[in-house]
């Protein structure tokens, strides 16, 4: 054994002490979620629930005029958000943490080892990138640890931006932990070199394009899979409905049906562009590995399958009658596209795009 090969064997094993290691720090921090919804006060559930069932409209709030030590400081009243005219007007809800002082405590726990176990694999997907000496995105289990790193990296980016989605972080959590448990066990593939197709400046730009467009739509289905929820929950409000405890407890905090449908709409939409080019210069690579740009692979088919059926879901969202549920329902068949393609198509199907097993 040469030392290369020695010293290429054992920064993958550490690549896969890492990705355990990372994996219990995500469980601890989904514990840590489930912690912030569980002991956040319920005392300011009530607010979307008082919005809906306080009849007629009354005037907006007044802008408020303190004085701080001579200086006029203005307190912007509190925002109502709107889906379109005539729907219902319900602010969003405090949060995973319920207002609560203490919810919130664990919640700032819950990110903080959210962005420990995201460093500790984001070592990991380096440290196997540094024992095959190319891009990590050889095989299902290399693109599944590099998935579940971006798409925790668009979350931590999201609240680096003062965005409140911060309800997004059990179910993200809880679906990195599957993902990494499905690659540690099932999916892994020994390091090894690519076949002579993959070497190619196209493999960084296709995939890793691949992989950021699969977090973003990720991140607005888990949108729209809440939006449904929430809008239920609100439809059952408005017309004198009594929901269960937990079901008020939970979907209270989140943001109002209208905020969920406008942020999935907008991850959706601003992705859509980078998905177009992810197939164009899928397109290019197989021109210059196979001579033909466009043969009908399973693989490709079902990317351009996704492809429209994210088209549908924008032209729904812009056309009359299509809006709400009916789009969101075609986002998520969307969605299941992706994955279908992912891991129904590399798994269970034959075609040019496979490779190492899995």
Request: proline share 3%; glycine share 8%; with cysteine.
């Given at each position: 054994m040469t030392l290369a090969t020695a010293t290429n064997e054992h920064l993958a094993n550490v690549s896969n002490t890492l990705i355990y290691s990372a994996m219990a720090v995500y469980t601890l921090a989904f514990f840590a979620y489930i912690a912030e919804w569980i002991f956040g006060s319920r005392s300011k559930v009530s607010r979307t629930a008082a919005a809906l069932t306080a009849g007629p409209k009354t005037a907006a709030p007044a802008v408020t005029v303190k004085s701080a030590g001579g200086t006029a400081v203005l307190e912007r009243p509190q925002v109502v958000t709107r889906s379109a005219t005539g729907s219902r007007d319900v602010p969003d809800g405090p949060g995973a943490h319920g207002g609560d002082a203490q919810g919130d405590l664990y919640g700032r726990i819950a990110v903080s080892l959210t962005v420990v176990a995201w460093a500790v694999?984001?070592?990991?997907v380096v440290a196997r990138a540094l024992s095959v000496q190319r891009?990590?995105?050889?095989?299902?289990?290399?693109?599944?640890?590099?998935?579940?790193?971006?798409?925790?990296?668009?979350?931590?980016?999201?609240?680096?931006?003062?965005?409140?989605?911060?309800?997004?972080?059990?179910?993200?959590?809880?679906?990195?932990?599957?993902?990494?448990?499905?690659?540690?066990?099932?999916?892994?593939?020994?390091?090894?070199?690519?076949?002579?197709?993959?070497?190619?400046?196209?493999?960084?730009?296709?995939?890793?394009?691949?992989?950021?467009?699969?977090?973003?739509?990720?991140?607005?289905?888990v949108g729209t899979l809440m939006y449904l929820f929430k809008d239920s929950y609100e439809n059952k409000l408005a017309t004198g409905g009594r929901p269960g405890r937990f079901a008020t407890s939970v979907l209270e905090r989140l943001p109002s049906a209208a905020s969920l449908d406008k942020f999935s709409y907008r991850v959706n939409a601003a992705v859509f562009p980078l998905w177009t080019f992810t197939i164009i210069a899928g397109a290019i690579w197989a021109g210059d590995a196979w001579g033909r740009y466009w043969g009908w692979d399973p693989k490709e088919t079902w990317a351009f399958i996704t492809w429209v059926a994210y088209a549908c879901y924008l032209h729904a969202?812009?056309?009359?009658?299509?809006k709400g549920r009916k789009a969101a329902y075609i986002a998520l068949i969307a969605f299941a596209c992706f994955l279908f393609n992912y891991y129904g198509v590399n798994i269970f199907v034959s075609g040019k795009h496979s490779y190492a097993g899995v």
């Open positions: 694999a984001t070592a990991g891009a990590p995105w050889g095989n299902m289990y290399e693109f599944s640890i590099t998935f579940s790193t971006v798409a925790v990296t668009v979350y931590l980016a999201f609240l680096l931006a003062k965005k409140n989605i911060r309800w997004l972080g059990l179910p993200l959590v809880a679906t990195v932990l599957l993902d990494l448990g499905l690659a540690v066990t099932v999916l892994y593939t020994a390091s090894d070199q690519l076949v002579p197709a993959l070497h190619s400046y196209w493999l960084y730009i296709h995939v890793s394009t691949a992989i950021l467009c699969g977090a973003i739509f990720y991140v607005g289905a969202r812009a056309t009359a009658g299509w």
